[in-house]
């Protein structure tokens, strides 16, 4: 009796560590399909309900780590007010010099107005993986609001991630944190070029790659999606959308490129509402 | 444990029940820049109640439903929180729980042992992108924080599955005292 309860526990076991490695040759680097698709639709409507009711609780939550946080921050931001007042005079300079230019070469659509052939349509956060190894959201935004996989979502601080997989009334969002994301992005406003990755299990620091050691890059410049376009090759996101702010550039000695650290404008820790831009053309 | 239909739907709604608490409150809120994390807590406590396969089999579930729910991979969380249950179970069979600050000890010990899972799982399929030293400081808080929610949670599971619990002590009742021709 007891020998073939202990091979029966083997069997279990043994049943569940091999279905455990065959789910995951199957579906590593994929959506799950099937399986994913037919669970998320039967519980998007209980993470909403959960979502709802734990709103509350969550800010409560929330209210005590910002007090905590909330003395540093102030004075950081003192110190961005400033900064961004001068900024923000450069700012209106460049506006009128880009309309007089605009109107000389006769350019209609500029990098920010190219985001206009999208749609945005606004979600909720419902659930988020509880790990640092895969950052991603789950929002209450489906296939019949129009999304599709590779659509760029933004927070309205900035760029959050693309969608991953879509149910009818949910999909799942990489988010630019992900271990498994890369964004094309140029720095503002010297235009350099290079791909934003993040560093896993710190999510206030991303990592522009491959800007050409070369290219002087400031601290407090802004780091934007570069939205490139080649015959029939396009990037996933549109050219213009806010992704960061450069918080360190380092060249390394030998290096023909250097690293460029920066914090992302979406609060990608304490996201809630989020806008998918669905209807692009790729 | 005896599992009866009953205390299967209890198990599965229990389950079901922790894996939504996390993907919408734990997973969304932050102290210190970590959210907890209940489920490998969740995993060590069933496991501590239930015994080897009921630990096993509720991490190998929890992992699948909390992956697949959000898009990750299924299998490797399965594997590690399946693993987590297993010891755990393994733990109460061989020892007797005699203090009350074992389960949140024990939560503790294997939802870093957890943590650190996800992470080598992870590191086998490969990661292009830098690490952070901050992953170890996140390993650690999730540790601290299952111990303090490890601590109801064990409780709280007793109470909702005792009655499937072959060695749960009886509360004995003090028997009134008869008095003769009344």
Redesign the interface.
């Known amino acids: 009796m007891y020998r073939k309860q202990v091979r029966r526990r083997r069997a279990v076991l043994t049943l569940l560590v091999l279905s455990s490695f065959l789910l995951l040759t199957i579906t590593y680097g994929q959506s799950s399909g099937g399986l994913q698709d037919g669970l998320s639709t039967v519980f998007s409507p209980l993470q909403t309900v959960a979502d709802r009711a734990l709103k509350p609780a969550r800010d409560l939550v929330g209210w005590f780590d910002q007090t905590f946080e909330a003395r540093g921050e102030n004075d950081r931001l003192r110190d961005e007010l400033e900064e961004t007042r001068t900024q923000a005079v450069a700012g209106q300079e460049a506006l009128q010099e880009n309309a007089q230019l605009r109107k000389l070469v006769g350019l209609d659509r500029g990098p920010v107005l190219a985001a206009s052939a999208y749609e945005p349509v606004t979600g909720r956060v419902i659930a988020r993986s509880p790990t640092v190894w895969h950052s991603a959201v789950t929002i209450d935004v489906g296939r019949g609001d129009g999304a599709r996989v590779d659509d760029p979502v933004i927070a309205g601080e900035g760029l959050v991630g693309q969608v991953a997989s879509v149910q009818p009334s949910s999909s799942q969002v990489t988010l630019i944190t992900d271990h498994a994301s890369a964004v094309s992005a140029k720095v503002l406003p010297s235009g350099a070029q290079g791909v934003v990755r993040p560093e896993v299990g710190n999510p206030e620091d991303l990592v522009l790659d491959f800007i050409a050691s070369a290219r002087k890059i400031g601290v407090g410049q802004t780091v934007v999606t570069a939205g490139w376009r080649a015959r029939d090759l396009a990037s996933l996101f549109p050219a213009g959308l806010p992704i960061g702010e450069v918080t360190r550039a380092s060249i390394v000695e030998q290096e023909a490129s250097q690293q460029v650290h920066l914090r992302p404008y979406a609060d990608l820790a304490n996201l809630d509402l989020v806008q998918v831009l669905t209807g692009g053309s790729r | 444990m005896i599992v009866t239909p009953r205390i299967f739907a209890r198990l599965a709604a229990i389950v079901l029940v922790g894996v939504?608490?996390?993907?919408?409150?734990?997973?969304?809120?932050?102290?210190?820049?970590t959210?907890p994390?209940?489920?490998p807590a969740l995993v060590v406590s069933l496991g501590l109640l239930g015994g080897?396969?009921t630990g096993?089999?509720a991490g190998?579930s929890t992992?699948?439903?909390?992956?697949?729910?959000?898009?990750?991979?299924?299998?490797?969380?399965?594997?590690v929180l399946?693993a987590v249950g297993?010891l755990a179970g393994l733990f109460r069979e061989r020892f007797e729980i005699h203090s009350e600050l074992l389960p949140p000890l024990l939560c503790l010990a294997l939802t870093v042992v957890a943590?650190l899972g996800?992470?080598a799982?992870?590191l086998t399929?490969g990661?292009?992108?830098?690490?952070?030293?901050?992953?170890v400081r996140?390993v650690l808080l999730k540790g601290i924080y299952a111990f303090f929610l490890g601590w109801p949670l064990y409780l709280l599971l007793r109470r909702l599955l005792r009655p499937a619990l072959v060695e749960e002590p009886r509360v004995a009742r003090r028997r009134q005292p008869t008095v003769m021709g009344v």
């Not at chain 2, 990661?127 to 992953?135: E, H, K, N, T, Y």
């Open positions: 939504l608490l996390q993907l919408s409150f734990f997973s969304r809120v932050a102290l210190f820049d959210s994390d209940l489920l080897a396969m096993a089999v190998f992992g699948l439903l909390a992956a697949a729910l959000l898009a990750g991979p299924l299998g490797g969380a399965s594997l399946l297993y943590e996800f992470g799982v992870e399929l990661v292009d992108a830098p690490i952070s030293a901050l992953v996140d």
